[in-house]
């Protein structure tokens, strides 16, 4: 299989790698604006580069965005014109009405599109699933979403980030949507600025609280920060009438626990690229299935779509101070 893959940052190295030690890769290209960076990228997977984008989607037979968010859209919809499965990571689109439009062009031709929240794809996080499913857990009271950056992003990519809730708290709410299988109603969102100005001036926050109402009247809460110093801090806790269970606690989390205990006994993770690899390389495993027209999409342009709508909830109720439902943003939400 010939994948062209577009970008060659932090994320599409990752996307890089593991791509080329799939046995059915024959052939990864890379194409990116930044032509020395692709070229890095290439030598240090054995991909070649494509001079132009039309060149990289000349004779592949799949697509992985990895691009400047600004990008996907534009790559997402070549892709689907063209008939080529793709993946792309998170956003799907810059804001919501293009999400939207770009939603109905590939349901329009019915091209598979993955969309890359790989915390599905999370050996825990799908276990927390099918516990919900079977009835294991019981009524399910409360989830618990704890979302801890260990060092907050790039100055400059601030303002171009879409705002804590569009940028990162995005994963938690499609997470929530997935593992309970329930579509959000409502929002309530607070955020302030505690350590970090620079997101003052881009009209952000690098500290927020969210609360959010299921349609079958559970709650959740997400905590998040932009920073934490003993490292990259991402968890779930799921309460229900039959039992509690955590997903995130162990020796290697960021926490110094003061009671007795083995949680953060070990160094933490410090990105979500070490915190999510197996997860990272299920995904594309999975994608892979999808181009080979084995599997349908388990991450559709329709899950995108509604996640940011509850980012665009969230982003909307810390602006206005008040509890938003999801009936005033964009097309009704459908659960996943």
């Known amino acids: 299989m010939r994948v062209a893959m577009f970008g060659a940052g932090r994320i599409g190295q990752l996307h890089g790698r593991l791509l080329v030690a799939q ?30 984008v039309d060149e990289a989607f000349d004779g592949a037979e799949a697509v992985v965005v990895a691009a400047s968010t600004d990008a996907h859209a534009r790559l997402v919809r070549q892709a689907v014109d063209r008939g080529i499965p793709v993946f792309c990571e998170k956003p799907l689109a810059s804001d919501l009405d293009q999400t939207i439009e770009l939603v109905d062009h590939i349901e329009a031709r019915s091209v598979p599109v993955q969309v890359g929240f790989q915390r599905r794809f999370d050996p825990a996080i799908a ?17 618990r979403l704890i979302a801890h950056d260990h060092e907050p992003p790039p100055d400059d990519y601030i303002p171009t980030s879409g705002g804590l809730f569009r940028d990162s708290s995005i994963h938690d709410f499609d997470a929530l949507r997935w593992v309970t299988g329930r579509s959000v109603e409502e929002v309530y969102a607070a955020g302030s600025v505690r350590g970090f100005p620079v997101f003052a001036r881009s009209d952000d ?17 997400l905590s998040q920060t932009r920073h934490d110093p003993r490292g990259y801090d991402v968890r779930m806790e799921f309460v229900g009438s039959r039992d509690s269970v955590a997903i995130g606690l162990t020796p290697q989390t960021p926490l110094r626990t003061i009671d007795s ?5 070990e160094p933490g993770w410090d990105s979500f690229l070490t915190r999510f690899e197996t997860a990272y390389r299920a995904e594309l495993l999975a994608f892979l299935r999808v181009a080979r027209g084995e599997i349908p999409s388990p991450c559709t342009a329709r899950d995108a779509l509604e996640a940011m709508r509850i980012s665009v909830a969230a982003t909307r109720s810390r602006a206005e ?7 005033e943003v964009g097309q009704p939400a459908h659960a996943g």
């Open 23 to 52: 046995p059915e890769v024959s052939e990864l290209v890379i194409s990116d604006p930044d032509m020395e960076r692709a070229r890095v990228a290439a030598k240090a997977t054995g991909a070649s580069v494509a001079p132009s």
């Open 127 to 143: 276990e927390a699933r099918r516990l919900l499913e079977s009835g294991e857990l019981g009524t399910l009271y409360l989830v």
């Open 205 to 221: 926050v690098d500290t927020a609280a969210v609360i959010l109402r299921l349609d079958d009247g559970t709650l959740g809460v």
């Open 261 to 265: 205990g083995l949680v953060g006994s």
């Open 321 to 327: 101070h008040r509890p938003v439902s999801l009936s």
